[in-house]
């Protein structure tokens, strides 16, 4: 009998187990739908307030324009460079290192300058500009939200999203191609500089390498990589400013939040990009 109770009592629990599985699946599955939902018409109000601003009825001024523009572009030049012209030399003495074992040390040029301008630059710039400007973002915006200032716009009538969100998202798609151009250019002096010293290569000699192996195709795919990371890095802090908690914890995840997804959502837009040209063919 007390044998049959505990087998009873065993199989009862099992269906429990499975069914608080399935329940936790399910609400997962349901907060992802609902966070993709809520991200989704963000993304349409912002198309929307960039409708009626291009249109001359929006509420965003020029002046923050230009301030932001100096803020995402002409400030973070110094950093693009120093992590791009570390990363051409790093680039350039590994790719050394390995095509001298096949005597083919004289594509490194080559090398350097193909995978920065398609890719590498690109990648790097929109890291970088994650972990600055989306990260700002987050926090302006975030602080804003815990003083009441958004709450005060909108009582004043003035639309957040095209006050606040339209001038970050329009500053940073407008500077990120040029930031991508910056970090492609100070990569290949990285790598020139490793060429020089290693390969006793001259500058006209580097340079005549590299413009021979560039092609207008990798040029255009690599900015066109640093404006789409624009546009999430952007979008992506200024969401999680506009969500963020009303209190010192709350701003500080979602500055942390900003710098993950503004990261991740541009490694994954790399992904489906180079699926998407690899079936262009481009």
């Given at each position: 009998?007390?044998?049959?109770?505990?087998?009873?009592?065993?199989?009862?629990?099992?269906?429990?187990?499975?069914?608080?599985?399935?329940?936790?699946?399910?609400?997962?599955?349901?907060?992802?739908?609902?966070?993709?939902?809520?991200?989704?018409?963000?993304?349409?109000r912002v198309f929307?307030?960039?409708?009626?601003?291009?249109?001359?009825r929006g509420d965003?001024?020029?002046?923050?324009?230009?301030?932001?523009?100096?803020?995402?572009?002409?400030?973070?030049?110094?950093?693009?460079?120093?992590?791009?012209?570390?990363?051409?030399?790093?680039?350039?003495?590994?790719?050394?290192?390995?095509?001298?074992?096949?005597?083919?040390?004289?594509?490194?040029?080559?090398?350097?300058?193909?995978?920065?301008?398609?890719?590498?630059?690109?990648?790097?710039?929109?890291?970088?500009?994650?972990?600055?400007?989306?990260?700002?973002?987050?926090?302006?915006?975030?602080?804003?939200?815990?003083?009441?200032?958004?709450?005060?716009?909108?009582?004043?009538?003035?639309?957040?999203?095209?006050?606040?969100?339209?001038?970050?998202?329009?500053?940073?798609?407008?500077?990120?191609?040029?930031?991508?151009?910056?970090?492609?250019?100070?990569?290949?002096?990285?790598?020139?500089?490793?060429?020089?010293?290693?390969?006793?290569?001259?500058?006209?000699?580097?340079?005549?390498?590299?413009?021979?192996?560039?092609?207008?195709?990798?040029?255009?795919?690599?900015?066109?990589?640093?404006?789409?990371?624009?546009?999430?890095?952007?979008?992506?802090?200024?969401?999680?400013?506009?969500?963020?908690?009303?209190?010192?914890d709350g701003i500080?995840?979602?500055?942390?939040?900003?710098?993950?997804?503004?990261?991740?959502?541009?490694?994954?837009?790399?992904?489906?990009?180079?699926?998407?040209?690899?079936?262009?063919?481009?």
């Amino acid at each position: 009998m007390h044998g049959g109770r505990k087998k009873l009592k065993s199989s009862s629990q099992t269906p429990k187990n499975k069914i608080d599985i399935f329940g936790r699946l399910g609400d997962c599955s349901f907060c992802v739908a609902q966070s993709v939902h809520k991200n989704f018409r963000f993304v349409f109000r912002v198309f929307r307030a960039m409708y009626y601003t291009l249109r001359g009825r929006g509420d965003m001024r020029r002046v923050d324009l230009w301030v932001e523009i100096d803020k995402a572009g002409l400030r973070a030049i110094p950093i693009i460079c120093l992590i791009s012209f570390m990363i051409g030399l790093i680039i350039a003495f590994v790719g050394h290192m390995q095509l001298e074992l096949f005597g083919a040390e004289i594509y490194v040029a080559a090398l350097v300058a193909i995978s920065m301008v398609r890719i590498v630059g690109a990648i790097m710039a929109g890291i970088i500009m994650a972990g600055r400007t989306g990260a700002s973002y987050a926090a302006e915006i975030g602080s804003m939200r815990a003083n009441d200032e958004i709450d005060a716009l909108k009582t004043m009538g003035i639309s957040p999203m095209e006050f606040l969100v339209l001038p970050r998202v329009f500053a940073l798609t407008i500077t990120m191609p040029f930031l991508t151009i910056i970090a492609d250019v100070v990569s290949i002096l990285g790598g020139m500089c490793v060429a020089m010293a290693i390969m006793n290569v001259s500058v006209a000699e580097y340079w005549q390498m590299t413009l021979n192996w560039i092609s207008f195709k990798n040029f255009a795919v690599g900015v066109f990589h640093g404006w789409i990371f624009g546009w999430i890095i952007a979008i992506t802090g200024c969401i999680c400013g506009l969500r963020a908690d009303k209190n010192a914890d709350g701003i500080g995840r979602a500055t942390t939040r900003a710098v993950v997804l503004g990261i991740v959502g541009c490694i994954i837009a790399t992904a489906i990009l180079t699926v998407i040209f690899n079936w262009l063919d481009i």
